[in-house]
């Protein structure tokens, strides 16, 4: 029978979250300010000129929309998320170009009027009431008000952004460790693909990143001793309310559907795991099939793929004499 890695009790599991709860903590007191007040001062000064510039031309609901000026604006990627700010909440990028009918190209902008006012009106449609109260009471700002807008503006990309990059360096970090493990057991790593067969996914000792695996992507695949194919999901989580998306939804989601592409005995799901988890999620979806183990204990990782030996042929059968 095919080894199949550790399955914990619910009492071990308690024990590894709070040392990966811990380990979270202990990283995140660590980590520098420095990457906020970056972001911070890159964003001040550009929602100085947008709010003290460009915002009363474009408020302006008697004139047509300055397209120059919208182009400008969008046409710039720091800009462009500084625009999507102004709005409470802010707008994605998806959003916006899905409810004004939008490419967003600075093409489009210049050329098409009613394009362009249809962006400049998603976004001041939904412009903050209380960072810019005098648009709404159509009036022009004190310099105060001017100054807190851009102040609480920046702070609100600022602090999205170092989310957004502590989340994909966190992601990042856990799948090279997890590659640095398989090279150490002379693993290689492949090119990424598409894996709609089996036969389309790396060979025994090899691996490759992010690659899609039947209908979903994952993280990492690796070809194990046996030919199993072993389809890694890395998941950080913040909270163990975050946990439920993280691992019941999204890394649980994926290993049921590889499980009713490939089975059992095509294809291992797992997740590995680093912040903070509750244990009932956790549970939860080991008890429906997904194999977990911890960025703070890949030794685990290590045990199971040495475990997976490789698969014996079949004997032919012998000729009558």
């Not at 994926?254 to 797992?270: H, I, N, Q």
């Not at 685990?300 to 490789?310: A, I």
Request: positive net charge.
């Amino acid at each position: 029978m095919p080894a199949e890695p550790r399955r914990w009790s619910s009492g071990e599991l308690a024990e590894l979250a709070t040392a990966a709860t811990e380990r979270f903590r202990a990283e995140r007191k660590d980590e520098p300010r420095q990457v906020y007040i970056e972001f911070f001062q890159a964003f001040v000064p550009i929602f100085r000129h947008l709010i003290e510039q460009s915002l009363p031309i474009l408020a302006d609901a008697l004139k047509e929309v300055d397209q120059d000026l919208l182009t400008a604006i969008v046409s710039d990627p720091n800009k462009r998320i500084a625009f999507r700010y102004l709005a409470a909440p802010p707008i994605s990028e998806d959003d916006l170009k899905t409810l004004a009918s939008s490419t967003l190209s600075a093409r489009a902008l210049r050329t098409d009027q009613e394009q362009a006012e249809r962006v400049r009106e998603v976004v001041l449609n939904a412009i903050d009431p209380f960072r810019f109260s005098w648009i709404e009471a159509g009036r022009s700002a004190t310099e105060r008000e001017r100054e807190i807008a851009v102040i609480s503006s920046a702070v609100l990309v600022a602090s999205q952004r170092v989310g957004t990059r502590r989340r994909s360096n966190a992601k990042k970090q856990q799948e090279e460790e997890v590659k640095g493990l398989l090279r150490s057991m002379r693993f290689h790593e492949v090119e990424t693909r598409d894996i709609s067969l089996l036969e389309d996914a790396p060979g025994p000792g090899e691996f490759c990143g992010e690659s899609k695996l039947a209908p979903k992507r994952a993280d990492l695949v690796v070809r194990l001793p046996d030919r199993r194919c072993l389809a890694i999901e890395c998941k950080v989580s913040n909270s163990a309310v975050n946990s439920f998306k993280r691992i019941n939804h999204e890394a649980l989601g994926k290993a049921r559907e590889w499980l009713g592409k490939f089975g059992t005995t095509g294809v291992v799901p797992a997740a590995v795991l680093s912040g903070v988890f509750s244990i009932e999620n956790l549970l939860d979806a080991q008890e429906s099939g997904l194999f977990l183990f911890w960025a703070h204990r890949l030794d685990d990782l290590r045990s199971f793929v040495q475990s997976c030996t490789p698969r014996r042929p079949r004997s032919g059968r012998r000729p009558r004499s």
